[in-house]
């Protein structure tokens, strides 16, 4: 055998020891059309026939930045409270806080929509990568070849829209697999009638507060229930999953659908390295400052913190992660195996030595750019915390988009994607103006401080102005809380274009920089990760193709494991906690936040079984976007839904390992016995439970 062939199989068992672990493991999110049924009929025993698949497939959902599932066959989907906690607080009154005192529809009239939700349902899965790849072929330089497969996915999409139907039903995206190395065309179903049902109070949908977030054990009734409606009555479907009201057994096969939002498994040391020394720490910057803000703003009074609340959850939400994901960037095993990995791959490719060379060059642009980047273009945690200058923004560039080709435009401006801007936009939803001046006026004092006084895009947002004055002159003088108003400037291009509203007038000011950053990101990082990255995955797929899962997406995934306790500082943790020792954790709080319990679970204590379920670990490959996952039997039946991961879990970021990485779930029994003996919603839990016995 050749030195070079040596390598290579060398290389094969270091990429298969390393990313997957032992040949058992319950590692992977894999795609519909290439779930790995050997391995899952070797590990327990039997493997999913392929209508089942499309049965998983059809009966979750895509909700929001989240998951679900159809539960019922009418309509009826579930998924937790958190990830539904947008739709709750925007339904919520100053009189009526429904984040905090729950909400229950005891009949379909009583059901309430929720302003600017859509959720989406997989129809079908196609392999575009040739075609994408064709495009590329024919371009120049880098950029250009990032241009023309943008332009290339776009016309795929806008055929495939097309081809079904067109708006509103469906949504076609082309989605990007193995850092590039493939794309496939995702064909959804959109539902924009969504109606909520049942949400539980706060504080025993998030029982334990911050403190307990990523650990376990848990006490969390972390769900809620919607319905989608189509036509004026309740969607109708033959793909759901019914409640087993039994729950898991241990050893037993469990599968998870649903859409993981980033993982970081594929990419090369460089982008690791910048990921932990400039990305993460940026980002821990900016939700320091907003959370800050927040706690500020709430402590003024109780409306006002009814106001924060939601946004502030999803703010220490991240904060926690992304400290987690740096505890793994930090730790030293972890990286040793990674860059043990890639030595093992570019002795085995030289061919790709200039790949790699391209992507190390990519991230020194990524450490001279993130901070400006973040702050002026960034999608999250920026300027954008306000939701005025969020729609100042999509009219302002709508405007301009909107005339050119659709191939030439901003991704989030191509015409596939215009529905559901136009659902964002168009929806009435509640702002509130002190609360939009607090976070704009930081976000712009952030602007100035990291750029600079004179920097020319601070000079022409603030014009010798403050950044209090700025934020307060946008906010009280805008007419963009109105959705009437911004459903009319977005039907007259020449409206916003000729508009003197202040919070547009600021959205202008800075386009032209964050424009400007936005071009030098995409033709100096986005562009050369794509194709080399993308190279060096195809390397990779070729040789371990039956093995091999591409990163996370956003995109619906499967994934397959067991109920399985661990072992922490020497101590064996129970795979399942119950109701029993939820009441036992209120008790040695003193019923005082965040471990207290609402007065109709204080009042329910005598009716409950102590020893009835509550939460559940298991070792499923999960991540940020898993929330809401229907876990599932192998018949279908939902056993519950996974609402978290123990701290350890974060790290899986970048490895998979099951030692004590678990993924935390909400039993079934524990929905059931609360719907029926807390709340007296017997008529719901007879529809959950109806097909599942």
Known sequence: MSTRLVLRAAMVLVVVSLRTGQARADEGMWTFDALPMKRIAERYGAAPEPAFIDHLRLGAVRFGGGSGGFVAPG??????????????????????????????????????????????????????????????????????????RRARTTAIEAQCTQAAGGP?????????????????????????????????????????????????????LDVALFRV????????????????????????????VG????????????????????????????????????????????????QAGSLRFRIENAQKAIGGYLRGLHDPTLMSRKQATEAAERKAWPDL?????????????????NARFALLEGKRWSLLGSSLFTFARTLTRAAEERAR???????????????????????????????????????????????????????????????????????????????????????????????????????RALDPGARAVRKRWEDGVDAPVERNVGLIARARFERTRDLLYPDATGTLRVSFGQLKGYEEAGKRIAPITDLGGLYARADRAGNKAPWNLPGTWQAARGKLGPKVPL??????????????????????HLVGLLFDSNIHKLANTFAYTDD????????????????SKVYGATALAEELGRAGR
């Open 75 to 148: 309509g009826l989907v579930a998924t937790n409270h958190h990830v539904g906690s947008d739709c709750i607080q925007k339904l919520s009154k100053p009189a009526h806080d429904l984040m905090r005192d729950g909400f229950l529809a005891r009949t379909h009239a009583e059901e309430r929509r929720c302003p600017g939700l859509e959720i989406d349902v997989l129809q079908g899965i196609r392999d575009v990568t040739a075609e994408v790849r064709a495009a590329e072929t024919m371009a120049g330089d880098e950029g250009a070849r990032h241009a023309a």
């Open 168 to 220: 509103p039903g469906a949504r076609c995206e082309v989605v990007t697999l193995h850092q590039g190395g493939a794309y496939h065309l995702y064909r959804w179903q959109r539902h924009s009638d969504v109606r909520l049902v049942f949400a539980p109070e706060g504080p025993i949908a998030f029982f334990g507060g911050d403190p307990d977030n990523f650990e376990y054990p848990r006490f969390d």
């Open 229 to 256: 409606w189509q036509k004026g009555a309740p969607l109708r479907t033959a793909h759901f999953f019914p409640m087993r009201t039994d729950g898991p057994r241990e050893g037993e096969l469990l599968y998870i």
């Open 259 to 306: 859409n993981p939002g980033r993982t970081e498994r594929g990419v090369t040391m460089a982008q690791l390295e910048r990921l932990r020394d400039v990305v993460y720490p940026q980002q821990l910057a900016e939700l320091e400052r907003m959370h800050r803000v927040l706690l500020d703003y709430g402590a003024r009074g109780a409306e006002q913190e009814r």
């Open 353 to 369: 030595a200039a790949a790699w060379r391209a992507v190390e060059a990519s991230q020194v642009q990524v450490a001279e750019l």
């Open 405 to 507: 080709p659709d191939g030439n435009r901003l991704h989030e401006l191509r015409e596939a994607n215009l529905p559901a801007v136009e659902a964002k936009l168009f929806a009435d939803v509640p702002t509130y103006a002190d609360l939009e001046i607090a976070l704009l006026a930081s976000g712009l004092e952030r602007v100035r401080e990291r750029l600079g006084p004179s920097d020319p895009t601070v000079v022409a947002v603030l014009g010798g102005r403050t950044p209090l004055e700025v934020a307060t002159e946008a906010v009280r003088g805008s007419m963009l809380a109105n959705a009437v108003e911004r459903t009319r400037l977005w039907r007259d291009a020449k409206a916003v274009q000729a508009s003197r509203d202040p919070m547009l007038l600021l959205a």
């Open 615 to 636: 939460n559940f670990v298991t070792t499923h490959d999960s991540i940020g976007g898993n929330s809401g996952s229907p876990v599932l039997d192998a018949k279908g």
């Open 660 to 675: 004590k990485a678990r993924a935390v779930s909400v039993h079934s029994a524990a929905i059931l016995e609360a719907l």
